[in-house]
């Protein structure tokens, strides 16, 4: 069975100061792992994924995410947090399925992320 | 920049009244994908299309929801008899091949009175 747990539902940080959004999964062997935004009345969008190439991955607007097999976590973070990141952040598993075509996606409950200014 | 397009972007109705749900996805792929957000969750997928067959439907509940991509491009979802708890964001996507992210539209809103 598949799951991805964010650890925490909202997280507030002032403009300037790292951002950290937690993320454990429960997956297959090789899953492939991304984080998605969603901003207000706007569609998700693809910050960045791994798909068991380099563990450490860049992605859009400054975000990273690493991947830790040992710890099962695929944390989110940013050096410093900018007003425009202010939205939903869900970390997705796609569980690896040799064969498959079905690409399913799993989602997690979501990270509110607040920043003040 | 392609974009996949959904229509309306909020509904309201009444319990037991049909409601339906557009999609039209990045041209070109062949993947489609209807998932449900219910506030304070992350989306589920309800019904997965490959071209114009479904290739999962295992979380649609079939009894009152139904799904067509008929030519294999645009998407309908259907909802009859719409009840209080399938009051939530649904939420189209769509992919080109395996290895591609999945794109997503802008979602409808739906509200059940």
């Known amino acids: 069975a598949q799951s991805v747990t964010q650890l925490d539902s909202h997280v507030s940080v002032s403009e300037g100061t790292p951002v950290l959004l937690r993320c454990n999964y429960s997956s297959s062997y090789s899953p492939s792992l991304f984080w998605y935004v969603q901003h207000p009345n706007k569609g998700l969008q693809l910050l960045l994924k791994?798909?068991?190439?380099?563990?450490l991955v860049k992605g859009i607007n400054g975000f990273e995410a690493e991947f830790k097999k040992s710890e099962t976590s695929f944390h989110l973070t940013k050096p410093s947090a900018h007003m425009s990141d202010a939205a939903e952040y869900f970390c997705v598993v796609r569980p690896f399925d040799r064969g498959s075509t079905l690409g399913r996606l799993y989602f997690g409950r979501g990270t509110q992320l607040t920043v003040w200014p | 920049e392609a974009e996949v397009a959904q229509s309306p972007r909020y509904k309201i109705t009444e319990k037991s009244q049909a409601v339906a749900f557009w999609c039209d996805p990045i041209?070109?792929?062949?993947?489609l994908y209807w998932y449900r957000q219910i506030l304070g969750q992350g989306p589920e997928l309800l019904v997965q299309?490959?071209?114009?067959?479904?290739?999962?439907d295992s979380q649609l509940p079939k009894d009152r929801f139904s799904a067509e991509r008929l030519k294999g491009v645009d998407s309908t979802l259907k909802i009859q008899p719409a009840e209080l708890g399938d009051s939530a964001m649904y939420l189209c996507a769509s992919r080109a091949d395996q290895d591609n992210e999945q794109f997503f539209g802008p979602g409808t809103r739906l509200t059940v009175l």
């Open positions: 299309f490959q071209d114009e067959s479904v290739v999962d």
């Open positions: 791994y798909t068991s190439a380099a563990t």
């Open positions: 041209s070109g792929h062949a993947t």
